[in-house]
């Protein structure tokens, strides 16, 4: 998402909890911050602000992953997975929704996932993280509609990064799941970043301003499926 806004003429600034040691592409600028802590989340609103100007686009792609089920999660199984998937996408948007408002308005990105109506097995925490933003993006697109902000939430399915192949792992046997899983996406073929990318670069654009408030399932057609696949009987 990075490489492909700057591909296209914005000026971005990322971040993450490491130290990035890549030099970036031009109009790239990164921060080493971590989305869980309230003062980084103040200074990325500032440093963005200081480095860009004019902030037109957040998107909050930042997500960890606990692999357990309820009973088996621990408190520090929910604070960790909880301050990043909730807590940092709700401080993020308070932070940067008024810099946007005084500026004419904005449109955010949030990135969810098909996880939030389809559960994943063994992964409950997840889940429901992403289902609340799911009702985060509702929420802002109602309640800022009319300070010009547009808000929407992209729903990845399997794309294939390292969270994914966490989820696979945790199959007694990954290799099966992963055939069993792609017999299932109607596309025949699993997503990559970049699917996701240009979703959240047609979102950001004039070509969507009346889009608000929604929820965009880029999966390869994985849920829409029966759990019969196709040649079954």
């Excluded at 709700?90 to 955010?108: K, S, V, Y």
């Amino acid at each position: 998402m990075v490489e492909l806004f700057a591909r296209e003429g914005a000026q971005v600034l990322t971040c993450s909890r490491s130290e990035r040691k890549d030099p970036l592409p031009q109009g790239i600028s990164s921060l080493t911050a971590d989305v869980s802590r309230s003062d980084d989340v103040k200074k990325l609103a500032s440093e963005a602000v200081s480095r860009l100007g004019k902030i037109d686009i957040l998107v909050n792609n930042a997500g960890v992953q606990v692999e357990k089920t309820v009973v088996d999660s621990t408190d520090e199984d929910f604070e960790a997975l909880m301050s990043v998937n909730t807590w940092g996408v709700f401080a993020l948007c308070r932070e940067f929704i008024p810099l946007m408002a005084g500026n004419g308005g904005g449109t955010i990105i949030n990135i969810g996932s098909i996880s939030a109506d389809h559960a994943d097995p063994s992964m409950a925490l997840y889940n429901a993280s992403k289902a609340f933003v799911h009702s985060l993006t509702r929420s802002i697109a109602v309640d800022h509609g009319h300070q010009g902000i547009r808000c929407n939430a992209i729903c990845p399915g399997w794309i294939m990064t390292e969270m994914a192949d966490a989820a696979f792992d945790l199959a007694d046997d990954p290799d099966a799941a992963r055939a069993d899983a792609l017999a299932r996406h109607a596309a025949g073929r699993f997503g990559q970043p970049k699917d996701i990318a240009q979703a959240a670069l047609w979102l950001a654009s004039d070509g969507a301003s009346f889009i608000t408030g929604q929820t965009l399932t880029i999966d390869g057609g994985l849920i829409a499926a029966s759990p019969l696949r196709p040649g079954f009987f």
